[in-house]
């Protein structure tokens, strides 16, 4: 299978090129040449498999000739030793709970199987990497984590100073070996502005530079695999059903609605924001305008105001969209109003959203769930025949990420998980650096 740029100006490449790259040369995003349908029968067969073989078969419809199925299949059941809980609320409905990885985020489903394919992929060519990722938080642990003691890669991690959580940073700063985490005297954009420019300064192309950010397709093909799987948990009879996404920069629901076009027999996604609707507006209006600067929510791994995979979606739908946000051909917009249900949450409403599923389900949720949760609610306003369907919606993150929002509404602080366990007392070691480029530049002409 080949992996073609969004931008349609970059040669053709293989999963392996498309992964270890990251960006295509031309600014674009890598997407799949042409999806391959799922087997006959597969959501009968996958009902009583587990998570890890699931994985494996879904991924190798895109690598199959690339890696082996008997080498996927390991390096499914070593990423995916953590269990994935689907918590009935009530009647047909469903919380997939996505938050039982090493760093207690979803990010952990993609950057523990892209861990282990680079990895791989690196050793049979003997080549490194160094590998750069701005975070505003959750990003930065997740691939910290999955990258920690891999040969032959090196992680280079910047976050604000004082934009991140104490958690947070600790998940980042408390690992040492290969994983180097700066703390930046500046904002999420500052980070995010100085990776790119390493990634186009000619002085520093003799570093094997590498991105895990949502804009490598090796994020998204493993984001589809969490919606095939619950599916196959739950549904009779090939029923249609409905799911309902929180969304930032939209890797997590491009993953699903890859699998729609697939063949998985999802009704509608319900793609749910906070005040950041750039992406509703477009759906209903057709005219694309960023948000800048984005604005600051209480789901904070979600304040986007141009999310990178919309270049992705507008593709997938006949489109054309460059990196700057500029539509040169118009996707189909009645198909894209069809298969989505877009909607913007207040943050007044996700704290409503918080209380209001406790007291009534003891259904515990953090911020970003809760967009998901208050995002399916409006979905139901608008198509009350949908209630009694099939449903899920999906919880990114645990609430004991979130202790002082929780602690402040449901008066109660939520139970730890090992994930998080003992990172107070861990050794911290990290770099702090000024807010300007040339400061990085020095730092990473070191390597
Ligand atoms: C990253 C993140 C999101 C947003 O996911 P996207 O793939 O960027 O849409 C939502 N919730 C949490 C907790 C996250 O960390």
Redesign the pocket.
């Known amino acids: 299978m080949q992996y073609s740029s969004t931008n349609r100006q970059a040669n053709h490449t293989s999963f392996r090129e498309a992964l270890l790259k990251g960006q295509a040369p031309d600014r674009g995003l890598y997407f799949p040449e042409g999806l391959p349908s799922f087997p006959e029968g597969c959501w009968q067969k996958w009902k009583g498999a587990s998570y890890a073989e699931i994985a494996a078969e879904v991924l190798g419809l895109f690598l199959e000739d690339e890696v082996a199925p008997d080498v996927l299949r390991a390096i499914c059941e070593d990423a995916y030793n953590f269990p994935v809980p689907i918590e009935h609320v009530e009647e047909k409905q469903y919380i997939l709970r996505l938050d039982q990885g090493p760093t207690a ?3 952990d489903f993609a950057a523990r199987a892209m861990a282990r394919l680079m990895s791989r992929f690196i050793k049979e060519e003997q080549r490194k990497l160094l590998i750069l990722t701005a975070t505003s ?3 930065g642990s ?1 691939i910290a984590h999955a990258f920690y003691g891999v040969e032959g890669i090196e992680v280079v991690v910047l976050f604000p100073r004082d934009e991140v959580s104490n958690r947070q940073r600790k998940q980042m700063t408390t690992l040492g070996g290969n994983i180097t985490a700066i703390a930046i005297d500046g904002k999420f954009d500052d980070c995010q502005a100085f990776v790119k420019q390493a990634f186009a300064d000619d002085s520093l192309s003799h570093l094997p530079l590498s991105s895990a950010n ?1 804009i490598n397709i090796g ?1 998204l093909l493993p ?1 589809m695999v969490y919606y095939i799987y619950t599916y196959c948990q739950l549904a009779q009879d090939g029923e249609e059903c409905v799911i309902s ?10 993953g699903g609605i890859i699998a729609k076009w697939m063949g998985l027999p999802v009704k509608r996604f319900v793609i749910a924001v906070n005040e950041n609707d750039e992406v509703p507006r477009f759906l209903q209006d057709g005219e694309y305008h960023k948000i800048e600067p984005s604005r600051n929510c209480i ?1 904070n ?2 304040n ?1 105001g141009h ?3 919309l270049a992705r979606l507008v593709h997938l739908y006949g489109g054309f969209m460059d990196e700057k946000g500029a539509i040169h051909e118009e996707p189909d917009l009645q198909k894209l109003r069809d298969d989505l249900f877009a909607v913007s949450v207040t943050d007044a409403e996700t704290r409503e959203t918080i209380k209001e599923a406790y007291q009534s389900h003891k259904l515990l949720l ?1 911020p ?2 809760a967009v998901g949760w208050a995002g399916l609610k409006s979905f139901w306003q608008a198509h009350p025949e949908t209630r009694s369907m099939l449903t899920f919606s999906v919880e ?2 645990h609430p004991a ?1 979130f202790p002082e929002e929780i602690r402040t509404l449901l008066q109660f602080e939520p139970e730890i998980p090992a994930a998080l366990e003992g990172l107070d007392e861990k050794e911290e070691f990290l770099q702090e650096l000024d807010a300007t480029y040339e400061a990085f530049h020095a730092f990473l002409k070191r390597f």
């Open positions: 985020s979803f990010k938080g959750d990003t997740a949502s994020r984001q996404v929180p969304c930032g920069n939209f890797g997590n629901v491009m789901s791994a979600m986007v999310p990178s995979n953090e970003h769930g990114t993150a990420k």
